[in-house]
Nanobody, 124 residues
Framework: QVQLVESGGGWVQAGGSLRLSCTAS????????MGWFRQAPGKEREFVAT????????YYHESVKGRFTISRDNAKNTLYLQMDRLRPEDTAVYYC?????????????????WGQGTQVTVST
């Protein structure tokens, strides 16, 4: 089982940017599909973005398309989420997730390994 630790969350004004990182340990994630999810208070955990094991394929939720960019560095065992033009509705705890697989996945139930989450707060 791979262990995941997110970092980079914080407070930012609307229109600003943040870059989240997710560092994996315990084994390589070069054979894992990975993704970012988020959960706002009182809401279900929702898909944000996902990336295939090579990084060649990505997929985004419609609400973040054109504003967020998912990427990975397999040599560093690290996943990233660059978030630009942030909006108050992006406020949530952001989680990274991983599963063995070549392609990408969008459902939380598809992923077996999760980080503890990092808070992102966007103010008006």
């Amino acid at each position: 089982q791979v262990q995941l630790v997110e970092s980079g969350g914080g407070w930012v004004q609307a229109g600003g940017s943040l870059r989240l990182s997710c560092t994996a340990s315990g084994r390589t994630v070069s054979d894992h599909s990975m993704g970012w999810f988020r959960q706002a208070p009182g809401k279900e955990r929702e898909f944000v973005a996902t990336i295939s094991w090579s990084g060649a394929s990505t997929y985004y939720h419609e609400s973040v398309k054109g504003r967020f960019t998912i990427s990975r560095d397999n040599a560093k065992n690290t996943l990233y989420l660059q978030m630009d033009r942030l909006r108050p509705e992006d406020t949530a705890v952001y989680y990274c997730a991983a599963r063995i697989g070549a392609y990408y996945y969008t459902s939380p139930s598809d992923f077996g390994s999760w980080g503890q989450g990092t808070q992102v707060t966007v103010s008006t």
